[in-house]
């Protein structure tokens, strides 16, 4: 094996489409030193991986979501490491609720750097049964939340200077595809907005980018698809597993570091090569 070789004595392939490593072992320790990040939906999941990441890259963290008991165990978890975590209840489809969640941060931290839009809610259904209600349920948090903390906390990024806002989005957005109508519609708006909200505020420092996650194997998901991901899905996905929360961390921080400084309104699908067409026809 040559020296330009991807693999090292003892070591697994290292830039193929391998498991992703800790975020430690792939940016500064001090990345985010000083910096707040809000994460919504923080206390589960994709969020709480990544809530955990900036805390281990020196951030102080503020987790938010409608349930204290999903949010208090990631605060001890951070707390424990030596970092500095905060946490406040909000339900992300109500603007009064979420203008008071970001006052709060504010208070408690002094500002807020960088937002993480990834409270999201979905469930399976055939269109015709999807009910005004479920609609507003999942567009509620999905596209009303997501702009309601873009809002919200970017007139705070506008007053202070800039920051990096990042939304999960969903590779449903690119295309329909059966049982996902709120969903997808859902996630194509926030793309869409997130896109307005580059070209707008990037005159305020303020830089805004969709991450599309494929199939990340978390208890929400596995809910929202009935209780059990099927695995032909697999037969979709070129990397032939699920994606982890850990394989959406690396994104997220580098979109919202200064590596990312030219970096704005881009779509950057995590999943394991979903989206390709899998036949040639
Ligand atoms: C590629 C993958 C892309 C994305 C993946 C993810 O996002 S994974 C992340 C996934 N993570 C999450 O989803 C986590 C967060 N999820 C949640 O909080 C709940 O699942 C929620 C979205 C239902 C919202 O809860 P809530 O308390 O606000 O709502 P509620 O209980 O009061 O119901 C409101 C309406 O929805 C209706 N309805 C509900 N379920 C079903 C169903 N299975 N079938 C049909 N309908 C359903 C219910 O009947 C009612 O309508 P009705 O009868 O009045 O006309
Ligand atoms: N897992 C996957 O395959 C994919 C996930 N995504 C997206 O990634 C993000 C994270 O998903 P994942 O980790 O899988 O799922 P989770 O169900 O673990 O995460 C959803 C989070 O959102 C919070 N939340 C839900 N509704 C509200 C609300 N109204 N107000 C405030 N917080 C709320 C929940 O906390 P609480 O219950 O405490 O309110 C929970 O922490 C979501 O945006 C999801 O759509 C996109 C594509 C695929």
Known sequence: MGSNSVRREGDSLMVGLGETPPSTDLFAEDLFADRVVLVTGGGTGIGK??????????ADVAVVSRN??????????????????YATTVDVREYE????????VVEEFGGIDVLVNNAGANFLTPTELLTPNGWRAVVGTILDGTAYCTLSVGEHMIENDGGAIVSMGATNSVQGAPYHAHSGAGKAGVHNLMQTVASEWAVHDIRANTIAPG?????????????????????????????????????VLFLTSPAAAYVTGGYFAVDGGQLLASSPF
């Not at 991986?49 to 020196?58: E, I």
């Open 49 to 58: 991986a990544v809530a955990l990441a900036f805390a281990d890259h020196g």
């Open 215 to 251: 199939i990340i194997e978390t208890e929400g998901v596995t809910e929202a698809a009935g209780g059990e991901l099927p695995e032909e899905i697999l037969q979709d996905i070129p990397a032939e597993r699920f994606g982890t929360p850990a394989d959406c961390v690396p994104t």
């Open 68 to 85: 204290m008991d999903h949010l208090t165990p990631v605060v001890e978890e951070i707390e424990s490491r030596g970092g500095r975590a």
């Open 97 to 104: 609720s979420v203008d008071t969640m970001t006052e709060t």
